[in-house]
């Protein structure tokens, strides 16, 4: 049975996408910050006739959690398919580049970039111990440098200099990571869920989160002739999913 763990699973994307997984066949880590959370979510899929889901206390801005979960993982499997880098915030709106502090940006790069480099290098030998590892970074299509300096594009006005460059910085280390993992049978995505309704916009996306987990479980499915190095929204380009950096 091929393991996942994803991040920030206890609820929204993140949630919707293990569901998904677990209706794959996959055994699921569920990633959450507190154990009543985590409990909770596992009992929910579980009601739902999903068993084989686990949640394992992970909170990515903290090196000694990252290490610990690890640890546990460690006694429960030597083999990672998957690895969704889902936990994100946004840091609160608007986000001037005048006026956001440095602060701000710690608080949110801690999370949306060091985060995931924290948990990628914590379990990247669980993966490399899999025939066909999948890392899945959930970005967004507003990381995209070109996008954003297209006054033509949705989100042009969108006043978030600290989420957007957070996602670009996380954008730039799928690349980095990727290009590390080329000629193995790793494949490395950066994938943009969508705007969809959750706790993370005060449920203003116009999505699901059906929609989204569809979006970002694709490329934790992929093939060994799927794309690697890429970045993807289905919002931004129906046709190919694929968007300019
Ligand atoms: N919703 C959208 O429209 C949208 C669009 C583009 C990209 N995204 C991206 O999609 C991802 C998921 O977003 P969402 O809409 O599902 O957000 P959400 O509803 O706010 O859920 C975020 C999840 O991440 C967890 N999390 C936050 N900080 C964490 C930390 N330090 N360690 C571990 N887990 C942490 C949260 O845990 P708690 O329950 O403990 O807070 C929660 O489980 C994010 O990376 C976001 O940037 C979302």
């Known amino acids: 049975m091929k393991k996942a763990l994803i991040t920030g699973a206890n609820k929204s994307i993140g949630f919707e ?5 677990l209706q794959q066949g996959f055994y ?3 990633g959450s910050r507190t154990a009543e959370n985590g409990e909770k979510a596992v009992a929910q899929l579980k009601a739902d006739g999903l068993e084989n889901a686990a949640y394992v206390l992970l909170d990515v801005t903290d090196s000694d959690s990252v290490t610990a979960a690890r640890k546990t993982l ?3 499997t030597d083999t990672l398919d998957v690895l969704i880098n889902n936990a994100g915030i946004s840091g609160g709106m608007p986000q001037s580049a005048l006026d956001a502090t440095i602060d701000q940006f710690k608080e949110v790069y801690d999370t949306n970039v060091f985060g995931v480099v924290r948990v990628t290098q914590a379990f990247i030998d669980l993966l490399k111990n899999s025939p066909e590892p999948r890392i899945v970074n959930v970005s967004s299509s507003v990381g995209s440098l070109t996008l954003n300096s297209d006054p033509t594009w949705f989100a042009y006005d969108l006043n978030a200099s600290v989420y957007n460059s957070s996602k670009t910085a996380l954008n730039m280390y799928t690349v ?7 000629n193995t049978a790793f494949r490395v995505n950066a994938v943009d869920p969508g705007y969809v309704a959750t706790d993370f916009n005060n449920h203003q996306g116009h999505g699901t989160v059906q929609q989204a987990a569809n979006r970002v479980s694709k490329y934790a499915l992929i ?8 970045y993807f929204s289905e919002e931004n380009n129906p046709e190919t999913w694929e968007i300019p950096w």
């Not at 980095?176 to 080329?182: G, H, M, Q, S, V």
């Not at 093939?223 to 890429?230: S, V």
């Open 176 to 182: 980095k990571l990727a290009y590390e993992l080329r």
């Open 17 to 21: 996408t293990a569901r998904l997984l």
């Open 74 to 76: 460690g006694e429960k």
């Open 28 to 30: 699921v880590y569920i």
């Open 223 to 230: 093939g060994a002739d799927g794309p690697t190095g890429g």
